[in-house]
């Protein structure tokens, strides 16, 4: 498949099969992740896969609630991954601290696109999810409390005739400009 190709089948899935993800296909997920590049190569993510469905309910159920009920879809999902972000090396920190930029943050997001590209590539859906409970999150996944969950990504077939949609962008003009604003 060519890049282009990739990029125009990647979409949000919202409705998932009840099939299970294959230990392959999660495992050629975990290796695109490992491969993503980051700021002075800190690496500053954990990835956590929850596949247990007990557990894994539980974690979806963290991701909306009475009043904001958009995510319930991820209860269908049989995978829900989960990035927390970790100290990026010093390097990267004190560059990050100069220049007023948060690496971590975007080394997640290369992090997480390598996640839903590949599983893409794979015949999987994918929906990034930042509308979650973190302190439920972390508790459920013993995750420290001095870290911080950067992302929640679902993860699964997608139903039997789940249409690709048109992808709805801006003009080119509107997005991109060549040596000025």
Not at 10 to 15: F, G, Y
Not at 39 to 62: F, G, R, T, Y
Not at 88 to 107: C, M, R, S, V
Not at 115 to 129: D, P, R, S, V
Request: proline share 4%; hydrophobic share 45%.
């Amino acid at each position: 498949m060519l890049f282009s190709e990739l990029i125009e089948l990647r979409q949000s899935v919202r409705k998932y099969q009840g099939r299970a993800v294959e230990k392959e296909k999660l495992q050629a997920i975990i290796e695109a992740v490992h491969l993503a590049p980051s700021a002075c190569n800190s690496q500053p993510w954990k990835l956590i896969l929850v596949d247990e469905p007990e557990l894994k309910n539980k974690v979806a159920k963290e991701t909306f609630n009475q009043l904001v009920a958009f995510n319930k879809f991820a209860l269908e999902a049989p995978v829900i991954a989960v990035l927390v972000m970790e100290k990026p090396k010093l390097i990267a920190k004190i560059g990050g601290t100069i220049k007023n930029q948060e690496y971590p943050q975007y080394d997640i997001g290369i992090a997480a696109e390598h996640f839903c590209l590949q599983a893409a590539e794979l015949g999987l859906g994918t929906c990034m999810i930042g509308w979650f409970n973190e302190s439920g999150i972390k508790q459920l996944l013993q995750i420290p409390k001095n870290k911080k969950v950067a992302l929640v990504i679902t993860l699964g077939y997608a139903a039997e005739g789940y249409k690709q949609r048109k992808k709805i962008r801006k003009s080119i003009d509107e997005i991109c400009g060549f040596n000025s604003y």
